[in-house]
């Protein structure tokens, strides 16, 4: 797809997380964490909930300062940044909890994250003229290519309300796309889903990954899929990191299988932990299999 252009040209790292601390009154939410993501690299962080994870992405995406540390993008500075000036460097992210504008149809949600491509003045836009003819078709062209991408065609012209949750899920992502990201962020991008919904949705990651060449951090309690798609895994657990590595190597850390429940290894409690999963909602040691049942509620974690 030619919509996306790859990230990560220059020779050092996407993304540089250096020891950053985030407080809210009485909670450390991310306690001297550090990473770093490489040019095409899927970078994934685990932990049970309330490790920190979704506040890493507030951090970078600038919807919190952090206390201490420093977080660079694409070798910029970006703390004390305005969420949308980080948008506009190109880094895009999906929620927790989806966010989308439920009466507007796909194609206009998409249409939503090419804001940061159109430079046109109202007046041009109004009289559908020049520069804001040309930016609008080019941007029609561009979302219809990640319609075509995330084989979502026949849902195109619903509003997004009216569609099943695993469509609204891939229009998020979509919407994402449409930003043109030089680095993605996937907050739970297979929470909620059955397993069909899950695997067409690791596809659609692989591909991102893969033919885009777009860097990723992933975030996701559903360990089969960060063990099958991460190249590294970062550990989290109230706050502090416990381990960086390769998945394999992470999975039999003691000290994340203790996290996890204190026994088995992080997938094998993935495995066994779906029976248990409602009484245990809420609580911590939540990994799944992507086979949950739909968030009954928003956790408001953004
Ligand atoms: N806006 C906030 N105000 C106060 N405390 C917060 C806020 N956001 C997060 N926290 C706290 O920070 C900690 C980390 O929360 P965070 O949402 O980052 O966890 P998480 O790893 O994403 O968890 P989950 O897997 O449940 O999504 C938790 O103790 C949470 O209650
Ligand atoms: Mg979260």
Request: glycine share 10%; hydrophobic share 45%; charged share 25%.
């Given at each position: 797809?030619?919509?996306?252009?790859?990230?990560?040209?220059?020779?050092g790292?996407?993304l540089?997380?250096?020891?950053?601390?985030?407080?809210?009154?009485?909670v450390?939410?991310?306690?001297?964490?550090?990473f770093t993501?490489?040019?095409?690299e899927?970078f994934?962080?685990?932990g049970?909930?309330g490790?920190g994870k979704?506040?890493?992405?507030?951090?970078?995406?600038?919807v919190?300062?952090?206390?201490?540390g420093?977080?660079?993008?694409l070798?910029?500075?970006?703390?004390?940044?305005?969420p949308?000036?980080i948008?506009a460097?190109?880094?895009?992210?999906?929620f927790q909890?989806?966010?989308?504008?439920e009466?507007?149809t796909?194609?206009?949600?998409?249409?939503l994250?090419?804001?940061?491509?159109?430079?046109?003045?109202?007046?041009?836009?109004?009289?559908?003229?020049?520069?804001a003819?040309t930016?609008?078709?080019?941007?029609?062209?561009?979302?219809?290519?990640?319609i075509?991408?995330?084989e979502?065609e026949?849902?195109?012209?619903y509003?997004v309300?009216?569609?099943?949750?695993?469509?609204?899920k891939?229009?998020?992502?979509?919407?994402?796309?449409?930003?043109e990201?030089?680095l993605?962020?996937?907050?739970?991008p297979?929470?909620?889903?059955?397993?069909e919904e899950?695997?067409d949705?690791?596809?659609f990651i692989?591909d991102?990954?893969?033919?885009?060449?777009i860097?990723?951090?992933?975030?996701?309690?559903?360990m089969?899929l960060?063990?099958?798609?991460a190249?590294?895994?970062?550990?989290?657990?109230?706050g502090?990191?416990?381990t960086?590595?390769?998945?394999?190597?992470v999975?039999?850390h003691?000290?994340?299988i203790?996290?996890y429940?204190?026994?088995?290894?992080?997938v094998d409690?993935?495995?066994?932990?779906a029976?248990?999963?409602?009484e245990?909602?809420?609580?911590?040691?939540?990994?799944?299999?992507?086979t949950?049942?739909?968030p009954?509620e928003?956790?408001?974690?953004?």
């Amino acid at each position: 797809m030619a919509v996306v252009t790859p990230a990560g040209a220059g020779a050092g790292p996407v993304l540089e997380f250096s020891d950053v601390v985030l407080r809210f009154a009485g909670v450390t939410a991310i306690d001297r964490v550090s990473f770093t993501v490489d040019p095409g690299e899927l970078f994934a962080i685990i932990g049970p909930n309330g490790a920190g994870k979704t506040s890493i992405f507030n951090v970078l995406s600038g919807v919190y300062a952090p206390e201490a540390g420093s977080v660079s993008f694409l070798g910029t500075d970006i703390v004390g940044h305005k969420p949308h000036a980080i948008a506009a460097m190109g880094m895009a992210r999906t929620f927790q909890n989806i966010e989308l504008f439920e009466n507007l149809t796909v194609i206009d949600n998409l249409m939503l994250g090419r804001h940061r491509h159109i430079r046109y003045g109202w007046l041009s836009a109004m009289a559908w003229l020049g520069p804001a003819r040309t930016q609008e078709l080019a941007s029609r062209r561009a979302i219809e290519e990640i319609i075509d991408f995330l084989e979502i065609e026949q849902y195109r012209k619903y509003p997004v309300g009216l569609l099943p949750y695993g469509v609204q899920k891939r229009v998020e992502l979509g919407r994402a796309l449409a930003m043109e990201p030089r680095l993605l962020l996937l907050d739970e991008p297979v929470a909620g889903m059955n397993l069909e919904e899950t695997e067409d949705m690791a596809r659609f990651i692989l591909d991102i990954r893969e033919e885009l060449e777009i860097p990723i951090v992933l975030v996701e309690h559903d360990m089969g899929l960060v063990m099958d798609l991460a190249d590294r895994v970062l550990c989290l657990d109230f706050g502090k990191p416990l381990t960086t590595g390769k998945p394999s190597d992470v999975q039999q850390h003691p000290d994340v299988i203790a996290a996890y429940l204190g026994g088995g290894s992080a997938v094998d409690v993935a495995a066994s932990d779906a029976a248990a999963d409602d009484e245990a909602a809420g609580g911590r040691g939540e990994p799944t299999a992507g086979t949950h049942d739909r968030p009954a509620e928003t956790k408001g974690t953004r």
